[in-house]
């Protein structure tokens, strides 16, 4: 791919900006910096021509909140947002999946469409259940099925479902031990969405193009261990050692063609919202919660048969603290007068909360290594803390390690994943390449970039002021 440069005004252009974002759900900058550089010319060809880099992801570093953090230029403590699953309130079992609905911010093509730009979206997370905006819409993996109100406007949905029937928004089952038919379902899904997205870029008029690929992330999740020699359960020679590889590699082929495809002022993002690493393996977060007396139970769990917390009746009246797995953990406390039947004083929270996440610190691996775990509070890493945030929120091994909710394992550290066969963690930081046809330059690495910046950089390229409430920085400079 060959972009021809022209000259630059303030955004980079005279005429009015086109933008095109490919995002890329957990892929690794290390893979397409620098293992499989010369493997995939069209984003090499890209990052040759722009800027390019790593980008710290918010903490969590996973979808939800990740992509919505992005694109609204908020951290998630601001929309209250923790993971997939949250607290609806401060009992002990009323938790909520985070759909579009959980997002009460702004996020860019809000700002567009009230600026009059066409916008076209297609799969960012937490675009379920849709909402209006000056374009289209097709919603994201958290969407039910194509029973589903699925896009905007609705009469979009019978012109998606005419070119691709049966429409996959995701992989539902992509922890398997059937790899043969989680590869096939990745590249079928992967081509369904593209044969959609082709459509749209040839027949709908559009400033802003949004697309983000979750089959990158499902990939990584089933075959890491395939293809990286310091996943422990790496095997040299096994048949599934480039099935990363080629799905990148088609990603990329992919690309090329939408560039080709292209008006020349297009400016181009490609973006990735964390990045991936290896799975060494997993703490018993709750395991360890109940050997060192902070969680209680009314019956004793059964060693060797690992049940999920919510299934075993939990004795409230004498639990400290109790825990949520997942690719990092959760504590909460059970505080008086905040929790139903909290047991810690409020004046003791906060020592109660430095003890603990000291001892988490020190939770060592199988070997009695230190895993080097980080421990943050809500409050030190937030803007501002809303709905009901964890207490404390854990990176076991530095995300090596994954946190595991179930009880029952007869050890505080497991190298089965209790929702299944999964090979890899997420990885703090993610990837961008930002490339503008009309800045002349060679391309160059950018330091320091931060999810938010994102936000922040595609309304300042089309020229809307970047409100005081988004956190980032604009890559296009004052």
């Known amino acids: 791919m060959n972009r021809e440069k022209q000259p630059m005004s303030r955004n980079g252009s005279a005429k009015p900006p086109k933008l095109f974002v490919i995002g890329l759900d957990c892929a690794a900058p290390d893979l397409v910096f620098r293992r499989w550089k010369n493997d995939l010319p069209n984003l090499t060809s890209l990052a040759s021509q722009g800027t390019w880099g790593e980008l710290q992801s918010c903490i969590p570093a996973i979808t939800v909140p990740a992509w919505s953090c992005m694109l609204s230029g908020r951290d998630p403590g601001e929309m209250g947002i923790y993971g997939f699953r949250n607290r609806r309130d401060r009992t002990y079992e009323n938790m909520s999946i985070a759909t579009g609905n959980a997002v009460r911010v702004r996020r860019v093509w809000d700002y567009l469409s009230e600026a009059g730009k066409q916008c076209a979206v297609v799969g960012v997370p937490q675009t379920y259940p849709v909402?209006?905006?000056?374009?289209?819409?097709?919603?994201?993996?958290?969407?039910?099925?194509?029973?589903?109100?699925?896009?905007y406007p609705p009469e979009l949905k019978r012109e998606i479902l005419s070119l691709v029937p049966d429409y996959e928004f995701d992989v539902h089952n992509?922890?398997?031990?059937?790899?043969?038919?989680?590869?096939r379902q990745i590249q079928v899904m992967t081509e369904k969405?593209?044969?959609?997205?082709d459509h749209l870029l040839k027949t709908k008029p559009w400033d802003f193009f949004m697309i983000v690929e979750i089959g990158v992330d499902r990939i990584h999740h089933g075959f890491w261990s395939y293809h990286d020699p310091e996943h422990r359960r790496y095997i040299p020679g096994n048949r599934f050692e480039n099935a990363i590889h080629d799905y990148y590699v088609e990603i990329d082929r992919k690309i090329g063609e939408w560039l080709e495809a292209m008006p020349p002022e297009t400016v181009v993002l490609v973006v990735s919202d964390h990045g991936a690493k290896r799975m060494d393996g997993g703490i018993c977060l709750n395991q360890w919660l109940w050997e060192e007396g902070y969680l209680a139970f009314k019956d004793e769990p059964?060693?060797?048969?690992?049940?999920?917390?919510?299934?075993?009746?939990?004795?409230?009246?004498?639990?400290?603290?109790?825990g949520s797995g997942g690719y990092y953990g959760r504590v909460f406390l059970n505080v008086k007068g905040r929790e139903p039947d909290g047991t810690i004083?409020?004046?003791?929270?906060?020592?109660?909360?430095?003890?603990?996440?000291?001892?988490?610190?020190?939770i060592p691996d199988h070997q009695g290594r230190d895993i080097q775990t980080r421990v943050f509070k809500p409050e030190e890493i937030y803007r501002s803390v809303n709905g009901v945030a964890p207490d404390l929120l854990v990176y076991f091994g530095d995300l090596?390690?994954?946190?595991?909710?179930?009880?029952?394992?007869?050890?505080l550290q497991t190298f089965e994943n209790d929702t299944g066969p999964d090979d890899c963690n997420h990885a703090e930081n993610g990837m961008f390449i930002w490339c503008n046809p009309h800045v002349a330059g060679p391309g160059h690495e950018a330091s320091g970039a931060r999810l938010p910046d994102i936000a922040s950089t595609i309304l300042d390229l089309f020229s809307i002021p970047i409100p005081p409430e988004m956190q980032g920085r604009s890559f296009l400079g004052g």
């Open 345 to 362: 004083d409020q004046g003791d929270l906060r020592a109660v909360r430095d003890e603990l996440a000291e001892r988490l610190r020190t």
């Open 302 to 322: 059964a060693s060797g048969n690992p049940v999920p917390l919510e299934k075993l009746k939990v004795d409230w009246t004498r639990t400290r603290a109790w």
């Open 131 to 151: 909402r209006p905006l000056n374009g289209l819409l097709i919603s994201d993996f958290l969407t039910p099925g194509i029973e589903s109100e699925f896009t």
């Open 174 to 183: 992509f922890r398997t031990d059937d790899k043969d038919w989680l590869l």
């Open 400 to 411: 090596l390690w994954r946190a595991v909710g179930s009880i029952g394992h007869g050890a």
């Open 193 to 197: 969405r593209f044969v959609v997205i």
